[in-house]
C-alpha cells in the first residue's frame, strides 16, 4: 500500500521565480492538504483540495495556488518566489466518501523542501 | 485566533528516562486532537484524541486529553535513542481537515 509521495525532494529556486510541487495522496484517500513548515516551526495549512476544488484556505498570498487532477493528484504552484518561501512543503491526504468525512486522521508525504536563493 | 502550545521546546534525556511533553490548545469548535513524530521529514502519525479522560496506548507511548484544561500530554516511558524527533501537537475544528499545529518539542535521547 503506497503511503503518500511527494517530488521533487528538494528544489533550488531563485528570487522571482515559479515553482510547482507535486503530491500523490495514499491509496483509497481523495482529498488532498498542503502544509508549509518554515525552519524550527510547526506546519502552517495552505490549502485543501477535494473534488478538483479548493475547499478550504489558510492565511497564504495569491500566490500560492493549487490543482487536483481526476486521480485526485495534487499540484502547488508558488509563483514570484520569496526568500521567506523558503521552507518544507508538506501534502497530507485524507479520505472523503459520498461528500462524509471518513477520518480525521491525515497522513503526510516526506515533503519537497524548497530553497530560494 | 486558534491557537496551539507545546512545551517545553526542547527535552534533552538519556535512555530509559521518562518524558511527558505537553500541549495547550485554543481551538473554536474544537474535535480533536492530533500527535505526530517527525523525525526527518514526513510527520508520523501517533494518537487522535476527542474524548476526555480516555488514555490512548501504543506500546511505551501514551496521551490523554482533557477538554475541560484544553490540554493533552504525550508520554513516552523507558525512551531509547529511535525516540529521538520532533513531536508535534495538532489541534483541529469540526467539520474541517486543517490542522493547527504548535511549534513542536524537540526530543533528543542519549545513550
Known amino acids: 500500500d503506497a503511503g503518500v509521495t511527494q517530488s521533487p525532494t528538494h528544489l533550488i529556486k531563485t528570487r522571482g521565480q515559479q515553482v510547482t510541487l507535486r503530491c500523490s495522496p495514499k491509496?483509497?484517500?481523495?482529498?488532498v492538504s498542503w502544509y508549509q513548515q518554515a525552519l524550527g516551526q510547526g506546519p502552517q495549512f495552505i490549502f485543501q483540495?477535494?473534488?478538483?476544488?479548493?475547499?478550504q484556505r489558510g492565511n497564504f498570498p495569491d500566490r500560492f495556488s493549487g490543482h487536483q487532477f481526476p486521480n485526485y493528484s495534487s499540484e502547488l504552484n508558488v509563483n514570484a518566489l520569496l526568500l521567506g518561501d523558503s521552507a518544507l512543503y508538506l501534502c497530507?491526504?485524507?479520505?472523503?466518501?459520498?461528500?462524509?468525512?471518513?477520518?480525521?486522521?491525515?497522513?503526510f508525504g516526506p515533503g519537497t523542501r524548497l530553497t530560494v536563493l | 485566533e486558534d491557537k496551539v502550545v507545546q512545551s517545553p521546546l526542547s527535552l534533552v534525556v538519556h535512555e530509559g528516562d521518562t518524558v511527558t511533553l505537553n500541549c495547550s490548545y485554543e481551538?473554536?469548535?474544537?474535535?480533536?486532537l492530533l500527535w505526530y513524530k517527525q523525525e526527518k521529514k514526513a510527520p508520523t502519525f501517533l494518537f487522535m484524541l476527542?474524548?476526555?479522560?480516555i488514555e490512548k496506548k501504543s506500546g511505551r507511548l501514551s496521551s490523554i486529553l482533557d477538554k475541560k484544561e484544553l490540554f493533552s500530554i504525550l508520554n513516552i516511558t523507558a525512551t531509547q535513542t529511535g525516540d529521538s524527533a520532533i513531536y508535534l501537537c495538532?489541534?483541529?475544528?469540526?467539520?474541517?481537515?486543517?490542522?493547527?499545529f504548535g511549534t513542536g518539542t524537540r526530543l533528543q535521547v542519549f545513550p
Open positions: 495538532a489541534g483541529q475544528r469540526r467539520n474541517t481537515d486543517k490542522l493547527i
Open positions: 476527542t474524548s476526555s479522560g
Open positions: 483540495y477535494y473534488e478538483e476544488e479548493e475547499r
Open positions: 491509496s483509497g484517500h481523495d482529498t
Open positions: 481551538v473554536t469548535n474544537f474535535r480533536s
Open positions: 497530507a491526504s485524507s479520505p472523503w466518501y459520498r461528500g462524509l468525512k471518513f477520518t480525521d486522521t491525515q497522513y
